[in-house]
């Protein structure tokens, strides 16, 4: 395909540990209090960024945000210096320091929602960052989400952003992870399809009832009305409410999609056929054909989905024409996924090859290989226009692995985030960052 989609990976950060911070992640929940390595997480996620590079794919990295976020600490009247702020907190909730110490910003596919140049009616890719509103430990991040993602797609001739939602429950927006866009070329016109959980200000007919629906229709319109998008080529659909409250928090735990090709479980959307109909004839009308790819119940159950994280995996286009599926080491170890996905691979579809990544830190936190990644599809003027230092190659893979042998502990539980050595460490490394990336001072530490 012509132009180019960019998988920009969020970099594990130094205070990443196992919260058990986000309800309706099962992960997340069952590993609370296990010992982490940051360090270890960390090199499994440049790993993956600096293979895919090597294979040829468009690979950047985005940086850790600040943590512990003594602001918001201050914010709530805890004052003095920052051990003084970092001791009062633990005194008072372990847990509240470890919300605000959350590394949960790797997980760049809710930074932002990302339409690019071909789509928007003005002719320039739009980011709108994620309000992450459902979450205490994620609401925090957008202002500097937004800091980064306007330094490393800094040309306003090409770039547009804009700031989060509101933070209120009924602009729920949880980013990419609930957006698809098909299309015959990252360069061409597509369609843009956005999966919410529930409305907004209405109740819905259909809800989950167990875990929350994070993204509302209400914010996913608003969005897509910011991002000057031709409404004959924009869809929203509504996530199964089943799928969620078997803890597919994410469209992109049931769904995940490339060019024409949708890669899916039987129960991910409601009126599953309709939505496809409707693809179906918008994509025709841009001379594309739309390629589903249904996986049924009764080969992968939506546990195991949950599981081995089948769906929150990256399908990359080759110069070949094929597809690439990238896919976590637990899906290789659960033996009827496997062999689903070996019988897709040999099946002559579009996905003829399979890469397994071992990214066990992320994922005993809830975070798979598309938790990682956030998709900029861009021609060839844009990706010229984008921070050239953020983006992957041998000698960056090399600096950036020295960088984390230099800064990074090996091991991390919630009693460690009080110590006020570890923030100092977490500044130092992140100016070091800033200076590797040439992203200038993004962060409220060197402002």
């Known amino acids: 395909m012509s132009g180019y989609e960019a998988n920009f990976d969020g970099l594990v950060g130094l205070t990443h540990h196992y919260a058990g911070l986000s309800f309706g992640n099962e992960a997340s929940t069952r590993n609370q209090r296990a010992v982490a390595n940051p360090r270890l997480a960390a090199k499994q996620g440049l790993l993956k960024m600096h293979q895919l590079a090597a294979l040829g794919f468009k690979q950047g990295v985005l940086p850790p945000h600040e943590r512990p976020h003594l602001a918001t600490l201050r914010q709530m009247g805890f004052h003095g210096g920052d051990a003084a702020v970092l001791a009062q907190a633990n005194a008072y909730s372990p847990h509240l320091l470890s919300t605000l110490s959350s590394a949960s910003a790797m997980w760049v596919a809710n930074a932002a929602t990302v339409s690019p140049s071909a789509d928007s009616a003005d002719g320039r890719v739009h980011f709108t960052v994620a309000n992450l509103n459902n979450?205490?430990?994620?609401?925090?991040?957008?202002?500097?989400?937004?800091?980064?993602?306007?330094?490393?797609?800094?040309?306003?001739?090409?770039?547009?952003?804009?700031?989060?939602?509101?933070?209120?429950?009924?602009?729920?927006?949880?980013?990419?992870?609930?957006h698809n866009r098909f299309c015959a070329a990252y360069d061409r016109p597509g369609v843009q399809l956005f999966v919410y959980g529930r409305e907004g200000l209405t109740a819905g007919e259909h809800e989950p009832v167990r875990y929350p629906a994070r993204q509302t229709r209400l914010a996913s319109e608003a969005v897509a009305r910011l991002h000057q998008l031709d409404a004959t080529r924009t869809l929203f659909v509504q996530q199964n409410p089943e799928a969620i409250d078997r803890g597919v928090f994410h469209n992109d735990v049931i769904a995940v999609s490339n060019g024409p090709v949708l890669f899916h479980h039987q129960q991910a959307f409601v009126n599953q056929a309709a939505v496809f109909d409707d693809l179906r004839r918008k994509?025709?009308?841009?001379?594309?054909?739309?390629?589903?790819?249904?996986?049924?119940?009764?080969?992968?159950?939506?546990?195991?989905?949950?599981?081995?994280?089948?769906?929150?995996?990256?399908?990359?286009?080759?110069?070949?024409?094929?597809?690439?599926?990238?896919?976590?080491?637990?899906?290789?170890?659960?033996?009827?996924?496997?062999?689903?996905?070996e019988e897709l691979r040999d099946s002559g579809g579009p996905i003829d090859e399979i890469a397994v990544f071992d990214l066990r830190e992320s994922m005993r936190n809830g975070g798979g290989p598309a938790c990682l990644r956030l998709r900029v599809a861009l021609n060839e003027q844009e990706l010229s226009a984008v921070n050239q230092a953020s983006l992957m190659d041998d000698k960056l893979f090399r600096r950036l692995n020295l960088w984390v042998d230099k800064h990074y502990r090996d091991r991390m539980q919630q009693e460690d985030l009080?110590?006020?050595?570890?923030?100092?460490?977490v500044r130092q490394a992140l100016d070091e960052l800033t200076q590797i990336l040439q992203l200038g001072s993004v962060y409220p530490f060197q402002q």
């Open 135 to 178: 979450k205490f430990h994620r609401a925090i991040e957008a202002p500097t989400t937004s800091a980064i993602l306007r330094a490393t797609f800094a040309d306003r001739q090409h770039f547009v952003h804009h700031a989060a939602l509101p933070q209120v429950a009924s602009l729920g927006d949880e980013g990419a992870a609930n």
């Open 283 to 341: 994509l025709a009308d841009l001379e594309c054909e739309f390629q589903p790819i249904e996986v049924p119940q009764s080969r992968v159950s939506l546990d195991d989905a949950v599981a081995t994280y089948l769906f929150n995996s990256q399908l990359l286009s080759r110069t070949d024409g094929k597809m690439t599926i990238v896919v976590p080491e637990e899906s290789r170890q659960h033996a009827a996924v496997w062999h689903y996905l």
């Open 418 to 425: 009080a110590d006020p050595q570890l923030l100092i460490e």
